[in-house]
């Protein structure tokens, strides 16, 4: 998870042919050793972008990093433009959890504890722009008060936990706990069926649960039954994991909400535009090679890695399971500041007037965490899917771009956090790679490091391919994280040797 990767080339008979990503470079077909990669349609010179992203789908920028990074174009503040900072001054103004216009400091009190920080004006402009809802603020405010709940969450049980009891704690052995076999089950216990029961138990769980607070008293006592001293709710890592799946659960919301809006009303001009806002999301999608941020089917085609890993890692699986109960919890938890005030707002649509009320963004959230599926669909392609997003933040050129690229392996230098970019998913790995990956702010470019022949596979790079980096620690890479050992001509002729 901590490197820009992609599937295994390993056979999934299950997963159904995805649409090509891009009509105009290449395919994505079926490859000789099993899988798919994507393959040159015809003869592509050096140096073309064969693939922008726009974005990612869901990402998350650690939280250590979070003033330093930009929550938007990924800029690091030690590098920027006017000279090293410590951290970025924009930041989201909020108003006792209302999202105001920004730039209004002293304002911000009232617990509020998260903000995403911006390296500028046009990023946090941009930022909104992605979380609003067609005029409507649900998805950017229930964003921030999502975002609240979870870090508020965090730190009142770190505080709590810290200070001294005022009883002496129990020196009896905990209840058995339904979880605990998940901490040291080893990778002989884990099957599909096995894993498939954990979530149902989860699943079960959860909704046998009304208050929600009863959903963290169940983490606590799974934490204390598993750990001497367990200060924290979640690791730092379960919580960068369930910061992620939030934002990719808030993506398919709102799509989703998207979609409602469309099939009510898809010959208006709202429903147009909301149409046009749902497939392209993006000025620069309208370039051939370039792709938007993805649909919820789009990350779906993405392979499934979820046994591969947790049989790799079988304590990934309690990693998961804690991710998705702490986010039942924060999703049920979570209000709106202004909630009440906006109730029942009026919500055109070509004279068929709909009532949005505020909390329906929530309860869509809410609907798609009853059942397991949106969650573990994120985690169980999280894991080789994901690209990391690397220490190489640039300045800013005059038009606000980023100017000039810095290239390699990316796993150089710190890792910010990662990003689920769905449509460069499909370039599987050589050790002499064919396309090379490049981070423009938030978008990510794939361009041709050699003329590519017809027919051509199109590949990238998954780790270290430098010279100092052998046959025999390369494969030992793959094979531990990505669970292949490469066969590419390179890999073959250094066996050989
Ligand atoms: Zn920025
Ligand atoms: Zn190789």
Redo the contacts with the bound molecule.
Sequence with gaps: MTSPSLPPPSPSPSTPTPPSPSPCFYGVLPTPYGGRGAFAKARIPKNTTILQCDGPYASVVLRKFRKEVCAWCFAWCFESAEGRKSSWSVRLDIVDGEVGPGGQKGKGGGGVIWTPWFCREGCRGDWVREYFWCGEESGSESLVALMNTLEKTLVAYRTAKSRPKSQPASTSVPPPHPFTFLDTWTSADVSESSIDSAWKMAEILASNLKKPSKILEVLEEWNAASAEDPRELLTEFEADCARFVLDGIVRQALQTQVAIAVTASPHTALGSTLAIDLHSGSTAATLPNAKPTGLWQDLLHLQNNELQHIRSKPYMLGVFIRVYLFLQYIVRTAKPAQRKRREGQVFGLNGNTAFIKRPAFLETLGMFLEATDSVRAILARDHGNVFGIWEKGLPHSEDGGREGEREGSGDDGEMFGWGMYVFGSYFN????PTVRKQQHGRSLHFVTTRDVEEGEELCINYID?SMNNG?VS??AE?SKEWFFE???????R?RDE
Excluded at 429 to 432: A, F, N, V, Y
Excluded at 486 to 492: I, L, M
């Design positions: 790995h050589d050790c002499t391919v046959v390369r494969n793959l490469c066969g590419c001509k390179r890999c073959r250094e």
